[in-house]
Each structure stands twice: as C-alpha cells, then as structure tokens.
C-alpha cells in the first residue's frame, strides 16, 4: 500500500518578518513535496512585513499549506510551540525558514519514517551549502535507546530545530515551561523526556544545509554568546543528574564549538558589532572552555574597530589569501 504521507509528517515553519527567506523557502521545499500532498504549517509571530502576502500567494499554488498568525510576537520559543501543535499528522518536522533540504536524502528520511515507529528521528547537516562537511561526521547512523549516550553524542547538534523530528503526541507544552528562560527550550524539554521515552534514531546522511554558507545561523547573530554559552550551561544543570552524567553534559555545552566559537567567528562577530570589549569581559573566564584561540588574542580583536578587519579582508581578497580557517 502506497504510503500516505499526507498523514505521516507535517512540514511546521515558525517565521517572524523574513518574507524574502520564506519565500526562498517555499520556492524550495513546495516542489519537492507537492506531490506527495505533506502539509505545510507557517506560524507567524506577528511580522510587520509582507510575509502575509507571501503565504498567500503560495497557498493559491500549493493548497496544503496552513497559515496562523498571532495576534502578537510571543517569542521564538512560544511560536516554536505553537507550530508544532497546529499539526495533526503522526511526525512534526519543525524547519527554520533559513535551512535547505537536501532532496534524496529528504526521501530517504520520509521513508524511515514510514518504515519504523521511533519516537524521534535526529537528522544530520551542515553549516554550510549542500555538499559541505557535516557537522557530525564521526557518528554513523544507529539506533539510540539510552538517553544519556544521545545527549553525550548529539545533544549539541539538537539544539539546530531542523535537525529533529518529533512523534506528535510527545511534544509536552509543560515540559517546555521549565527552560523557557532560555532560547533553547525545546532542547531541554526534549531531553527531559527522553528520560523515559527514547526510541530515537540518528540518520546520519546530510538532510539539512543552509542557503548561504553562514558563518553563524541568523537567528542566533545577536545573541550567540548568551545562547551557546549562558542558555547550553543552564539546561545541562537542570537536566536530572540520576539520568544524564557530567561528561554527557560536558559534551552538550561544548559539541557546538567549532561551530560557533573559532577565531573566525569572533571576528566576524566583530565585523557585525556583536562582540566587542563588554562581551569579552563579561565571557572571557568562559572561554577556555568553549574555545582553543588565545585570550589575549581575542581581547585584541574586541577592541580593533571592524574598519580594520574590513580593510585586512579586502587585502587579503586582492592577493588571494586567507586570513583564517
């Protein structure tokens, strides 16, 4: 019997004011799905821009999408939510506007769905466009039963909200509660689930990849240091000791650190004036632990103004070299 995905999985989008990525999106993802009729859900937090229009206009194209707007920005994390709940088929995929799927492993996905009864799926991806090195490449795919192997070994790569599918019963509101204080509650109410519910798999193929090569996801450029230093510490210490050791939790606070918190990244973070003196002082004890580049050289590079590191690339493009790795 064919295979109804249409009842299977739903494609959950929380979007908030970046019509011109969700319409990139959409023109994307509405091709690869069309004809096997997978609802697209879009939360919208209230954008000010044309997003409504957007949605609009792609609903005369593919009939399967619904559309909710709050009457009010709740949050990324209550949005989140929020899309999630508005699906009604077995799995809930939630996607960022911002990431891609890679097509023949998006169809090798649908089919282990359709082919097993876990409770999660964790996918793997890159950074990068699509071809380029994995974030996990050491890990190959396996099925997971113990709750602490899987925060030890991909807690960090679960905190990307593309990279895990969800049974759709599982998705606890009260269990998101707690970590709400954060930017990554979903992570932490996953894990406290997982506690007793983890029949998960990881399929370590890449699925998801980004349009634009970021250096940093973009709804993180702001707030990269309070999410990936302040929020990871404070669900690794809330998450039940008798369940999750402290090497397993060592792993999820620093898994992201490459990706994140290498020497190119804080000067990119400068050149976009997300990091500069405040910043280092407020995070310089923290970074032994989230990165191998030397203090002094990153206390240098929070006081060069970016006009500077403007000026080193542009000379560094003419003579063709590279700056960093």
């Known amino acids: 019997m064919a295979t109804k995905y249409y009842e299977l999985i739903s494609i959950c989008i ?3 004011s970046r019509s011109k990525i969700l319409d990139d999106f959409l023109s994307d993802i509405v091709p690869m799905i069309k004809d096997k009729k997978i609802p697209i859900i879009i939360s919208d937090n209230c954008s000010t821009d044309s997003t409504k229009s957007v949605v609009e206009s792609w609903m005369k194209t ?3 999408i619904s559309y909710h707007i709050n009457d009010s920005n709740l949050g990324a994390e209550k949005n989140f939510i929020i899309a999630q709940k508005l699906a009604k088929t077995k799995y809930v995929w939630l996607i960022g506007d911002d990431d891609r799927l890679v097509r023949t492993n998006f169809e090798k996905t649908l089919n282990i769905l359709a082919c097993n009864n876990y409770d999660y799926l964790i996918v ?7 071809g380029t090195k994995n974030r996990i490449n050491d890990i190959e795919s396996k099925a997971y039963k113990y709750a602490d192997e899987l925060l030890n070994d991909l807690g960090w790569h679960m905190a990307w909200i593309s990279t895990v599918i969800v049974r759709r019963e599982l998705i606890d509101e009260d269990a998101v509660k707690k970590y709400l204080d954060t930017r990554l509650s979903r992570v932490g ?3 406290e689930q997982l506690s007793y519910k983890n029949n998960c798999y990881w399929f370590s193929n890449q699925v ?5 090569d970021q250096k ?3 709804g993180y450029m702001n707030d990269v240091f309070e999410i990936f230093i302040d929020d990871f510490c404070k669900i690794a210490s809330r998450l039940p000791d008798n369940l999750y050791t402290k090497k397993a ?4 606070t620093r898994g992201h650190n490459d990706s994140v918190f290498k020497l190119k990244h804080f000067i990119y973070y400068r050149l976009n004036e997300n990091y500069n003196l405040k ?3 407020k995070y310089s004890s923290s970074f032994s632990s989230v990165t191998n580049t030397n203090r002094h050289i990153l206390l240098v590079i929070s006081i060069v103004p970016p006009i500077v590191f403007r000026a080193l690339i542009i000379i560094a493009k003419v003579l063709r070299i590279k700056l960093v790795n």
Do not use: W
């Open 14 to 16: 929380p979007t908030y």
């Open 62 to 64: 593919y009939g399967n």
């Open 124 to 130: 793997n991806g890159t950074n990068g466009s699509v």
């Open 189 to 191: 109410s996953l894990f």
């Open 208 to 212: 998801i990849y980004v349009q634009n």
């Open 216 to 218: 940093v996801p973009i």
């Open 249 to 252: 939790k060592l792993a999820f």
């Open 279 to 281: 910043k280092y002082m």
